[in-house]
């Protein structure tokens, strides 16, 4: 068992920025890979980012260039640097570690960008 934890969030303004981080139990060495995911409401929940234990990145369209994603030497703790908020980047944001090909999940962290 993994246990996922994210924290970081809260509410800004656009245009501004946040770090949310997620850690995974100490329990694990490393996991295969971790990844950012967000969900509006009466939204299906999105892929935002990803990142691999050999640092292997992806993000989806509507963050290039303003998310980056991040990890510590073991993929135990990835951050997502959020710049150049936008209105519709409101979700909560969950975090989840693949570990031997089993995913875990967070509980989420609210995000508000207001306008």
């Known amino acids: 068992q993994v246990q996922v934890a994210e924290s970081g969030g809260g509410l800004v303004q656009a245009g501004g920025s946040l770090r949310l981080t997620c850690v995974a139990s100490r329990t694990v060495s490393s996991v295969d890979s971790m990844a950012w995911y967000r969900q509006a409401p009466g939204k299906q929940r999105e892929l935002v980012a990803s990142i691999t234990r050999g640092g292997i990145t992806n993000y989806a369209d509507f963050v290039k260039g303003r998310f980056t994603i991040s990890k510590d030497n073991a993929v135990t703790t990835v951050y997502l640097q959020m710049n150049s908020l936008k209105p519709e980047d409101t979700a909560v944001y969950y975090c989840?570690?693949?570990?031997?090909?089993?995913?875990?999940w967070g509980q989420g962290t609210q995000v508000t960008v207001s306008s």
């Open positions: 989840k570690a693949r570990h031997l090909g089993s995913p875990y």
